[in-house]
């Protein structure tokens, strides 16, 4: 089982829709969590941590379930520049281990 | 000006060359961090660095080695390049081990 997995996708939704992503992770021991955006060909970009709580940032919702081990981001009124490659990264250990997901990539239709 | 720049951003060279991509950043970072990407594999580390004295290999470490010249600069070495390096390489900085990380634009480079 991979360390960290995603569905790549691609998810195609049309503009103002709300899409959902789900990422999973194996390492119980896991301590941090964040989502990235990655256009094509360009490099990663925090798009928002996620905290135990859930947090919101605008149209962008992100939640952790540790007992089933996974993490979501939700985001809401899809925009055509919503359209990228999303990362789910996990850290764990004692040197905080990064792993990163290989990627949902959401294509947003006008 | 971008705050984690990498040289060169693309390069092509032939299997048996030696290749060493730059970073320098000006954020003023303890750790840099060495990654590639492929398709379908994410982005995967390399080596990463602590401090100028720390280095530490990552998870794909064989074939490549580094050398952190001073807090804003980290370089990455090919020795002698084979296809299977042919990837998209990106340098990254945090400032703690919890923080986020904040990476360059990228070297695309292809090992024919």
């Known amino acids: 089982r991979k360390e960290v997995e995603q569905d790549p996708g691609p998810f195609n939704v049309p503009e103002g829709a709300t899409v959902a992503f789900n990422c999973t992770y194996s390492?119980?021991?896991?301590?941090?969590f964040f989502w990235y955006r990655q256009d094509c060909r360009k490099e990663p970009k925090l798009l928002m941590s996620?905290?135990?709580s859930g947090n919101e940032d605008g149209r962008f919702t992100a939640q952790l379930n540790r007992a089933s081990q996974y993490i979501s981001l939700l985001i809401r009124d899809s925009k055509l520049s919503d359209s990228a490659t999303y990362l789910c990264v996990v850290k764990a250990g004692g040197y905080q281990k990064v792993t990163f997901g290989t990627g949902t990539k959401l294509q947003v239709i006008p | 000006d971008a705050d984690v720049t990498q040289t060169p951003r693309n390069r092509i060279t032939k299997t048996g060359k030696r290749i060493m991509l730059e970073c320098s950043q000006t954020k003023g970072h303890d750790r840099m961090y060495w990654y590639r990407q492929d398709p379908g594999l994410g982005l995967r580390l390399i080596y990463y660095?602590?401090?100028?004295?720390?280095?530490n290999k990552g998870e794909i470490s064989d074939g490549y080695s580094v050398s952190r010249q001073a807090q804003a600069k980290f370089s990455l070495s090919l020795e002698s390049a084979i296809p299977n390096q042919t990837a998209l390489y990106f340098c990254?900085?945090?400032?703690?081990?919890?923080?986020?990380?904040?990476f360059g634009p990228g070297t695309r480079l292809t090992v024919l």
């Open positions: 990254a900085t945090s400032e703690t081990a919890y923080n986020e990380q904040f």
């Open positions: 390492n119980s021991a896991s301590q941090s």
């Open positions: 996620v905290y135990s």
């Open positions: 660095s602590f401090d100028v004295k720390d280095i």
